[in-house]
């Protein structure tokens, strides 16, 4: 089944191209069936290379997905045209009257900050609670995912001496979990982040699970069942050029990168990457959108009583 989005929205036109099935609001409108109503809080500053992202990942699924697009309420986007943002978005403002069966929040470039220091910290607090009512099950990638880990647990995030930048290999620890459905033993993710959340801090509340874990770069999926939540603290979403985007633009700005590790083949940067991660990335969203159909009520009303 297909992606429900508007049919201006720049990724519908993306994902046409690339085969994935798009519906339209007519169509959509003629199935007797309630789509599952996923809502994506786009904290990055790329907006619509994050929307292509994570519509063409949930898109892979055989159910019927309603995508909304939910921004901050008083943060305007330095990065996205105001006209995008006006036609595609709904401020947290007016979101938060709905509920939905799920709910994305991004990462955002701005790890260097205390969660405190960041400038939309109280209305993304009041996010986190809002969703313990009306979201039937939350999934929080990257920065998105260690905010709402230490809103909920206390637990801290620590800066990195240097950047996590590459495609590093992670084990799948908790093999039974439904969300692990399907997975190999070990697998390839990509990792861009300059902070790491560590494995002994989660370990201080038990009713926290890793279900993945790397040697190299710590835990990169959690499991919060008493929240309904995940913590992903990695990029399954990603393209397979977007580590090489983000050399390259460092590199053109004169900054200190290093070539992002196990990525590149032969470490040779003129080469094209090659995608190692994106079966994993649809399993992931896919088993995470297939237990929200099984266990999130008919009526969305029901959500969160």
Avoid at 150 to 169: D, E, I, T
Wanted: hydrophobic letters at 40%.
């Amino acid at each position: 089944m297909p992606i429900r989005i508007p049919e201006t929205l720049p990724a519908h036109f993306v994902l046409r191209r690339e085969g994935v099935v798009v519906m339209s609001e007519q169509t959509a409108e003629r199935q007797d069936i309630r789509p599952l109503k996923i809502g994506l809080l786009n904290l990055m500053p790329k907006k619509v290379q994050t929307e292509i992202q994570f519509a063409r990942i949930i898109g892979a699924t055989p159910l019927q997905i309603d995508l909304t697009l939910i921004r901050m309420s008083e943060h305007e986007s330095k990065n996205t045209a105001a006209e995008h943002m006006e036609a595609f978005y709904q401020p947290f403002s007016e979101a938060k009257a709905q509920k939905f069966d799920g709910l994305i929040i991004t990462g955002a470039p701005i790890e260097h900050l205390d969660f405190e220091q960041v400038s939309y910290w109280d209305e993304l607090r009041e996010i986190f609670d809002w969703t313990q009512t009306n979201v039937h099950h939350t999934m929080g990638v990257c920065w998105g995912g260690m905010a709402m880990l230490h809103h909920f647990h206390g637990v801290p995030k620590h800066m990195l001496p240097a950047k996590a930048f590459g495609c590093f290999r992670h084990l799948a620890i908790e093999r039974i979990s439904p969300f692990l459905r399907g997975f190999s033993d070990s697998f390839t993710v990509p990792v861009s982040r300059w902070t790491e959340i560590r494995a002994e801090d989660v370990d201080l509340h038990p009713n926290l699970r890793i279900l993945a874990y790397s040697n190299e770069v710590g835990p990169c999926l959690i499991d919060d069942p008493d929240r309904r939540a995940l913590y992903m603290f990695n990029h399954l979403e990603y393209d397979s050029t977007t580590l090489k985007e983000e050399y390259d633009r460092d590199m053109a700005a004169g900054g200190a990168i290093t070539m992002p590790v196990n990525y590149f083949p032969d470490d040779d940067p003129s080469r094209m990457p090659e995608n190692r991660w994106r079966s994993h990335g649809q399993l992931l969203y896919g088993n995470w959108i297939n237990e929200i159909y099984q266990t999130t009520p008919y009526d969305l009303g029901d959500i969160g009583g």
